[in-house]
C-alpha cells in the first residue's frame, strides 16, 4: 500500500492524499490551494496522477480547501463515485458552483479592468464544471460501512467541525487507516464534538492550531464588546464569515446577545446569498446539531438577507451603524471585498475577523497589521480598527487534538500530521511524541510512503 501526500503537507490548504492498493487509487480530499501565489499556482498544474486513473474519492467536509478541486478532477476525466455524508454532498454542492461562479466573475472582471497579467485571464473552472460534480456524489450516513474499492472499506465517524464534517475510517487488506479531516471543538455552540475512536494503523490527523491554544475568554462578551464600541463611534461592523458554520454561529451568538438585551438595536445584514443557502441546509440537517428547528429558525430572525447585487451595493452606502457579516471568510474573494474597500480605511469601523486567516490571504495580512492591501487592482488603504476572534474557530486547537488523541486505546502504527503550517505541523509532531511515545512524521509536499498492509 502506497500513500502520496498531494496537498495540505507543510500547508493548511489543498487537502489531497491518494491512497493506492492493489491496482486501486482512492483519493481522500479533493481541495484547492489557497493563501500564498506560489501555493496557489500548483492549482493550474496538472494532477500528479491522471484523474481518469482515479477510482473513487472520499470527502471529509465540504470547505474548499479540501472540496474545491473536484470540479476541475472531473472536467479532466474523473469519473468515479465521491463518498460524503448527506449533509456535505448538498453543502459541497453550494460551495462549488458559488466558487466556479466567483471565478469566473473575476476573470471576467480583470480582464475588464486590465489588472490581471494574463491575456485574458480565465477562471481555473466554471460553474458548469461544479454542476457536474454533484452527479458524482454517493452520500453515506455515519457509522455504516461502504465498499468503495475492492479490498478497502469505508465508513465515516463525526467530526464536528462544520454540519456534515466527518472523519475517513478506510480498512484496507487488514490495516486501518484513519483521516481526521478537520477536527471541530469539543464545546461548539451548534455541533457535536468529535467522536472518539479507540485504534487504527495508520493516523492522519489535521494540525491548524497545531502549536496555539485558543483563547478562554467569553466569545459572546468579546463580541459584544466590538459591537457596542463600533456603534459609539458611529461606525460598520464588516466580518468577513465562512458561509457553512461561521456565518450561522455569528447569527446565533448575535441573537443571543440581542435575546439578552446586550446589544444595542443595531442591524443585522447577511450579504451571502450562499450563506443564505446553507442556512436552509442547517434547518433541514438539523438533526446534525445540537440546535432544533426552533432554534435555527429564532436566529434568523430580524436578520436582513442581502440577495441581490444592487443590495449589495447599497450596503456601501449606509451611514450609520450596522453589522455586515459577508463572505468570504480570509477576504480572498466574495462581496466582502467590496465591503472592506468601502469600509477598512475609515477609522470609526471594524473589520472583525473571526477564526483561522491562512498565511497569504488578505485575511492574514489585514490581521497581520498592514497598512494596506490589494483589492481589484488598487491599494486600500486600512484604518479600521482591526479585531481578531479566533475564539469562534471551527477548529480544535492543540490542546483539544491531545485531548482527542487521548481516547486511543493503542498506538497507530505511524502517525501523519497534516494540514498545518510548517511551525504548527511540527509543533503537534514533538508534543505527540513527547505526550504518548509515538511514531510520528510531518510528510512534506508530493511524499510518498509505502505502508504494511499485511
Not at 15 to 32: A, I, P, Q
Not at 133 to 146: E, G, Y
Not at 215 to 228: C, F, I, K, S, Y
Request: charged fraction near 25%; glycine fraction near 8%.
Amino acid at each position: 500500500m502506497r500513500v502520496s501526500f498531494l496537498g495540505a503537507a507543510g500547508t493548511v490548504t489543498g487537502s489531497k492524499t491518494l491512497v493506492e492498493y492493489d491496482g486501486r487509487r482512492v483519493l481522500v480530499d479533493c481541495g484547492l490551494f489557497q493563501g500564498f501565489k506560489q501555493l496557489r499556482l500548483r492549482n493550474w498544474q496538472p494532477f500528479e496522477v491522471p484523474p481518469a486513473e482515479i477510482d473513487t474519492v472520499v470527502l471529509t467536509h465540504a470547505h474548499l480547501d479540501h472540496s474545491g478541486y473536484l470540479p476541475a478532477l472531473v472536467r479532466d476525466g474523473f469519473t468515479g463515485e465521491i463518498h460524503t455524508t448527506p449533509a456535505s454532498a448538498e453543502l459541497a454542492a453550494i460551495l462549488l458552483a458559488d466558487s466556479g461562479r466567483l471565478q469566473e466573475e473575476e476573470a471576467e472582471y480583470a480582464n475588464r479592468r486590465g489588472y490581471s497579467r494574463h491575456q485574458p485571464a480565465k477562471p481555473l473552472y466554471t460553474e458548469q464544471d461544479a454542476a457536474r460534480v454533484s452527479h458524482r456524489f454517493a452520500p453515506l450516513p455515519l457509522h455504516t460501512p461502504r465498499l468503495i474499492a475492492p479490498g478497502i472499506t469505508l465508513t465515516l465517524r463525526q467530526a464536528g467541525h462544520i454540519l456534515g464534517a466527518a472523519m475517513a475510517e478506510l480498512k484496507v487488506g487488514d490495516k486501518t487507516l484513519l483521516f481526521s479531516g478537520d477536527l471541530g471543538r469539543p464545546h461548539d455552540p451548534m455541533l457535536y464534538r468529535p467522536e472518539r475512536v479507540a485504534r487504527c494503523d495508520y493516523l492522519f490527523v489535521e494540525s491548524t492550531y497545531g502549536d496555539r491554544r485558543h483563547p478562554a475568554e467569553d466569545t459572546e462578551a468579546l463580541l459584544e464588546d466590538v459591537v457596542r464600541r463600533t456603534v459609539r463611534r458611529g461606525g460598520v461592523v464588516v466580518i468577513p464569515a465562512f458561509a457553512v458554520e461561521r456565518a450561522q454561529t455569528l447569527l446565533l451568538h448575535l441573537w443571543r446577545l440581542k435575546q439578552a438585551r446586550r446589544l444595542p438595536n443595531v442591524p443585522i445584514y447577511l450579504n451571502s446569498p450562499m450563506a443564505t443557502e446553507v442556512t436552509k441546509l442547517f434547518y433541514e440537517f438539523h438533526d446534525d446539531l445540537k440546535l432544533g428547528q426552533d432554534e435555527v429558525a429564532a436566529m434568523c430572525q430580524g436578520v436582513h438577507w442581502v440577495r441581490t447585487v444592487e443590495e449589495s451595493k447599497a450596503l456601501n452606502r449606509i451611514d450609520h451603524p450596522a453589522v455586515i457579516i459577508a463572505g468570504s471568510g480570509m477576504a480572498t474573494g466574495g462581496r466582502v471585498l467590496h465591503h472592506i474597500k468601502a469600509f477598512g480605511p475609515h477609522k470609526r469601523n471594524t473589520l472583525l475577523f473571526a477564526g483561522f486567516q491562512a498565511g497569504g490571504t488578505r485575511g492574514a495580512l489585514i490581521v497581520g497589521g498592514a497598512a494596506s492591501v490589494r483589492i481589484h487592482g488598487q491599494d486600500v488603504p486600512i484604518n479600521a480598527e482591526v479585531v481578531s476572534l479566533e475564539h469562534l474557530s471551527a477548529h480544535a486547537d492543540a490542546d483539544e487534538i491531545v485531548q482527542w488523541l487521548e481516547g486511543f486505546e493503542a498506538p497507530p502504527i505511524r502517525t501523519f500530521v497534516l494540514h498545518g503550517e510548517a511551525e504548527a505541523a511540527d509543533a503537534l509532531r514533538r508534543r505527540i511524541e513527547h505526550r504518548f511515545g509515538w511514531d510520528v512524521c510531518v510528510p512534506e509536499h508530493r511524499e510518498h510512503h509505502l505502508l504494511a498492509d499485511g
